[in-house]
Nanobody, 115 residues
Framework: QLQLVESGGGSVLAGGSLRLSCAAS????????MGWYRQAPGKQRELVAV???????NYTDSVKGRFTISRDNAENTVWLQMNSLKPENTAVYYC?????????WGQGTQVTVSS
């Protein structure tokens, strides 16, 4: 049974850091492009970062230099290290797994950044 389980969300002050984790099961993890999306209140869901099979990464412009996505195929886990957090980073963060026509989402984890 496929599962993407996020953890690591919480509340921090601006300038602080959080590390999100997403543990995957039920898929051939190494085949999948893994990503993090977020959805802030009243806004559309947006892609934050993605890491493909070969390890190449891509980030939305607003988080470049502050967020880092990484993966460990042996542990079936993807992380999002978030540094220098800003109030505008407040959102529910979702882990995604994508391969061919398969597209899976986790349940989301809340990140709240206060000034």
């Amino acid at each position: 049974q496929l599962q993407l389980v996020e953890s690591g969300g919480g509340s921090v002050l601006a300038g602080g850091s959080l590390r999100l984790s997403c543990a995957a099961s039920g898929i051939m993890f190494s085949f999948y492009a893994m990503g993090w999306y977020r959805q802030a209140p009243g806004k559309q869901r947006e892609l934050v970062a993605v890491i493909i099979r070969g390890g190449s990464t891509n980030y939305t412009d607003s988080v470049k230099g502050r967020f880092t996505i990484s993966r460990d195929n042996a542990e079936n886990t993807v992380w999002l290290q978030m540094n220098s957090l800003k109030p505008e980073n407040t959102a529910v963060y979702y882990c995604t797994a994508r391969y061919a026509l398969n597209d899976y989402w986790g349940q989301g984890t809340q990140v709240t950044v206060s000034s």
